[in-house]
């Protein structure tokens, strides 16, 4: 399980979506998908979300990481990724169209809640 402040999610799909404006679409992760508004969520050194917007040369995507899982200052990040991530590193694509509708309906949130299993990515909201 891993949580994400709702505004910095909302800056990395921004992000991404002026970056394709700016140079020419949607990085594509799967070939055939993703072509379009949103974010993957990265579990490699810790687990963070980034834009999705072609990038000119030397620029660099948004990124922000999971509470839980930040390399940085969390020295349990490893163990945490592996526990919820898996050992392996991994992506996955999140549509914009899926998470920006859910955030306008419920103002009060402030976290954006993911879990994976096998099978699929659950999303849901909550307030801190």
């Known amino acids: 399980m891993f949580t994400f402040p709702i505004p910095g999610v909302r800056k990395v799909v921004d992000r991404g979506i002026a970056d ?25 050194q810790g687990v963070y979300m980034i834009s999705n917007g072609k990038l000119a040369d030397s620029d660099r995507p948004l990124v922000i990481y999971s509470d839980e899982c930040h390399p940085v200052g969390n020295p349990d990040w490893f163990h945490y990724k ?47």
């Open 20 to 44: 394709a404006a700016a140079n020419g679409g949607f990085r594509n992760p799967y070939y055939g998908e993703g072509e379009i508004p949103g974010l993957w969520l990265v579990g490699d």
């Open 82 to 128: 592996t526990r919820h991530f898996g050992g392996d590193d991994g992506i996955e694509f999140i549509d914009a169209e899926r998470l920006i509708p859910l955030f306008d309906r419920h103002l009060h949130c402030t976290h954006l809640h993911v879990q994976l299993t096998e099978t699929e990515v659950s999303l849901s909201l909550i307030a801190r």
